[in-house]
T-cell receptor, first 115, second 112 residues
Framework: GAGVSQSPRYKVAKRGQDVALRCDPI?????LFWYQQALGQGPEFLTY????????KSGLPSDRFFAERPEGSVSTLKIQRTQQEDSAVYLC?????????????FGQGTRLTVV | KQEVTQIPAALSVPEGENLVLNCSFT??????LQWFRQDPGKGLTSLLL?????REQTSGRLNASLDKSSGRSTLYIAASQPGDSATYLC???????????FGTGTRLTVIP
């Protein structure tokens, strides 16, 4: 596609429910990133994939958060047993190369509200 | 850990004014600095990317400067328009890291 696509755009989950957020990166982009943006804050890094390999998951806030990219294209961020503090916008970004200094392109995000 | 700060947090100006947004970062070991625009309910749109070896980048009415040694960047917007109203975020890609470190943004309102 022309850009990074994320679905759903909005998700309301009851506390304790599991959720799965999807990211379709720009076709051919090697690198994929997930960020979490709380209200009024800048995005914070969660995890990074190079093709199907998850090279950095240092930003995942707890073991309830899990991300995968099994075929090196679409990625899913899963949150188990959601809690209110998980409410945020989850942003996905992709970039064409693996090297540093490559511009990243962001999707519109999924707004998760845990009630 | 890299800390990125943006000042002011919010700014309101009349249409036509020139304005400057400020960004500072604590660790000067960066590959690049990027300015983004974020509209309500939308993702991030990249405006300008400055490599660490560069001093500035220009795109239309936008000019971004980078002083790596002092840990500062500015985004200059000339002849502001109501359509420029958005939140502007700066982010640095730090040496040895796989991700961007973002500031908390400046919310800009341009009044017609």
């Amino acid at each position: 596609g022309a850009g990074v696509s994320q679905s759903p755009r909005y998700k309301v989950a009851k506390r304790g429910q599991d959720v799965a957020l999807r990211c379709d990166p720009i076709s051919g982009h090697v690198s994929l990133f997930w960020y979490q943006q709380a209200l009024g804050q800048g995005p914070e890094f969660l995890t990074y994939f190079q093709n199907e390999a998850q090279l950095d998951k240092s930003g995942l806030p707890s073991d309830r958060f899990f991300a995968e990219r099994p075929e090196g294209s679409v990625s899913t961020l899963k949150i188990q047993r959601t809690q209110q503090e998980d409410s945020a916008v989850y942003l996905c970004a992709s970039s064409a190369a693996t090297g540093f200094g490559t511009e990243a392109f962001f999707g519109q995000g999924t707004r998760l509200t845990v009630v | 850990k890299q800390e990125v700060t943006q000042i002011p947090a919010a700014l309101s100006v009349p249409e036509g004014e020139n304005l400057v947004l400020n960004c500072s970062f604590t660790d000067s070991a960066i590959y690049n600095l990027q300015w983004f625009r974020q509209d309500p309910g939308k993702g991030l749109t990249s405006l300008l990317l400055i490599q660490s070896s560069q001093r500035e980048q220009t795109s239309g009415r936008l000019n971004a400067s980078l002083d790596k040694s002092s840990g500062r960047s500015t985004l200059y917007i000339a002849a502001s328009q109501p359509g420029d109203s958005a939140t502007y975020l700066c982010a640095v890609e730090q040496t040895g890291a796989n991700n961007l470190f973002f500031g908390t943004g400046t919310r800009l309102t341009v009044i017609p």
